[in-house]
């Protein structure tokens, strides 16, 4: 069992957990990822981690409550357990000394793009963050990103806190007039669909990490396929980074949508459950 020592609320929708397991954070790198399964009847959620610290054997995880499973987590608290907490998983982010360097965050992505840009600049690069939501609500860990950035720049798309932009404005903008000898985009995969087109047309090599449909996290299940110039790949074991330029965008977009019926109808029963329990509650309380 895996220990929840710590929760918070970054957002109204998404929360971060600081898991009890010293194995996983004495081996943790940037760029790795774990699968969480809550009990033993539940799914085998991929979620990047954010941070680790392998003195207090403890590490981060941050997660956006878009489904059933994601629900069912954030619902959790501190003192309660994991059945499972699997990792770390997939290639590490490759670091070295590069020069100047771009990570590009939309949304939660933010949580895996720390570890990253803290390592790049560790590692003596100078690291220029872009950091981009829908609204400021949706934004969280901006001083976080701040100390491991020369240079932070923050997107909101309504315009509600920094710039009124989408991240590949500032990005091209950055482009034109800078040398830049590699970028990192984590977020929707749109987002990362047009940073890498972005990227190609001046030739700036372009990694992003891939969040897809998986169960077992070892290349045998097969779920988690994705087409690239050079063949299918599986990001559970060969990935979750890959050539942002060599991705096959439209194929990859298509088969995160299809679940989405069924992940609707699991998360409308998840809550349908919640509410009769809390009928329950306030039934019980009625009596006493």
């Known amino acids: 069992m895996y220990t929840i020592l710590d929760k918070q609320a970054l957002n109204d929708a998404i929360k971060l957990m600081v898991i009890e397991a010293p194995h996983v954070a004495r081996k943790a790198s940037a760029g790795q ?35 059933k499973s994601t629900k069912h987590l954030g619902s959790l608290n501190a003192g309660d357990n994991l059945a499972t907490f699997a990792g770390p998983l997939g290639h590490p982010t490759e670091i070295k000394r590069y020069g100047a360097v771009i990570c590009v965050a939309g949304g939660v992505g933010i949580a895996p793009v720390y570890p990253i840009a803290k390592a790049l600049k560790e590692a003596g690069n100078v690291v220029i963050s872009i950091v981009g939501a829908r609204n400021k609500g949706l934004l969280f860990w901006e001083e ?53 087109m972005l990227t190609k047309e001046f030739n700036v090599p372009t990694v992003v ?29 060969d990935g979750p980074e890959f050539d942002g330029h060599k ?12 679940y989405l019926n069924e992940e609707r109808i699991a998360s409308g029963r998840w809550e ?11 039934a019980g309380d009625k009596d006493k």
């Open 272 to 282: 349908h459950i919640c509410n009769l329990d809390k009928s329950d509650e306030t």
């Open 209 to 237: 990490s891939l969040n897809t449909i998986m169960i077992d996290g070892t290349g045998m299940c097969g779920g988690c396929r994705v087409l690239l110039e050079d063949g299918a790949k599986f990001v559970c074991v």
């Open 33 to 67: 990822f774990v699968i969480v399964r809550i009990d033993d009847f539940g799914e085998r959620v991929p979620l990047t981690i954010a941070d680790f610290d392998r003195s207090a054997g403890t590490v981060t995880i941050i997660f956006q409550e878009a489904g």
């Open 144 to 196: 976080r990103m701040r100390t491991v950035s020369d240079e932070l720049i923050v997107c909101t798309d309504d315009g509600s806190y920094g710039r009124k932009a989408v991240v590949t404005e500032p990005l091209k903008e950055i482009l034109s007039v800078k040398n830049i000898a590699n970028v990192w985009a984590i977020g929707p995969a749109i987002m990362m669909k047009f940073v890498s």
């Open 247 to 258: 991705i096959d965008w439209d194929s990859l977009l298509s088969r995160q949508r299809i």
